[in-house]
């Protein structure tokens, strides 16, 4: 049972223009999120997190939004650069047991020049 | 520091072979992850460590995997028969408890079992 689902396998966006990336979860106890960027052949990296007591978190091109009531959370990059090709994965953990992430299966971002 | 070191980056093997995949974490860093990324299911936790303890090993598959970490600075998962629905890749994960909720990756192995 997949408690953390990223529906979209891949995602193709011109440069310049916005990636929007979707995470769903089904755990109503999950309540600390992350975000990780994954090239090939190396192996994922933090990109960004948000708690639940936030609906917005931003960092320079990248920013998570999280809306509770619909257990869903989105990456937003902009603009977006060649250099954000790579696959993402979405994460979630209840603070009781904060080092446990449940990943989703990723989403293979393009960008396009 | 050299981050997450994992041995050997690629592994293939028979079907029936054990297989065993190592992990350095960084140094300072006292909890330690196992994964197995597929295709199907992304990034699955298989077990993790607390102080060389282990905590929660419900994401093991099978008996077939056992995990061992003897000190701070190594960690085993053992594949004992391996079998070709193993192949994936499997990364080694490190925490740094009481830092950020941060976890540092390995570069990964990946296993082919034919």
């Known amino acids: 049972d997949q408690q953390v689902k990223q529906n979209s396998p891949s995602l193709s966006v011109q440069e310049g223009r916005i990636s929007i990336l979707n995470c769903d979860y089904t755990?109503?106890?999950?309540?600390?999120f992350l975000w990780y960027k994954k090239y090939p052949a190396e192996g994922p990296t933090f990109l960004i997190s948000?708690?639940?007591?936030?609906d917005k978190n931003e960092d320079g091109r990248f920013t998570v939004f999280l809306n509770k009531s619909a257990k869903h959370l989105s990456l937003h990059i902009v603009p977006s650069q060649p250099g954000d090709s790579a696959v993402y994965f979405c994460?979630?953990?209840?603070?009781?047991?904060?080092?446990?992430?449940?990943f989703g299966q990723g989403t293979r971002l393009t960008i396009n020049p | 520091d050299a981050g997450v070191i994992q041995s050997p980056r690629h592994e293939v093997t028979e079907m029936g072979q054990e297989v065993t995949l190592r992990c350095k974490p960084i140094?300072?860093?006292?909890?330690l992850f196992w994964y197995r990324q597929t295709m199907m299911r992304g990034l699955e936790l298989l077990i993790y460590?607390?102080?060389?303890?282990?905590?929660?090993d419900s994401g093991m598959p099978e008996d077939r995997f056992s995990a061992k970490m003897p000190n701070a600075s190594f960690s085993t998962l053992k594949i004992q028969p391996s079998e070709p629905r193993d192949s994936a890749v499997y990364f080694c994960?490190?925490?740094?408890?009481?830092?950020?909720?941060?976890?540092?990756f390995g570069p990964g192995t990946r296993l082919t079992v034919t």
């Open positions: 994460a979630a953990s209840a603070l009781s047991g904060a080092q446990k992430l449940v």
């Open positions: 755990n109503s106890m999950f309540d600390y």
């Open positions: 948000i708690s639940s007591i936030k």
């Open positions: 140094s300072g860093h006292n909890s």
């Open positions: 460590f607390n102080n060389n303890v282990p905590i929660d």
């Open positions: 994960a490190t925490l740094e408890t009481g830092g950020t909720d941060e976890q540092y």
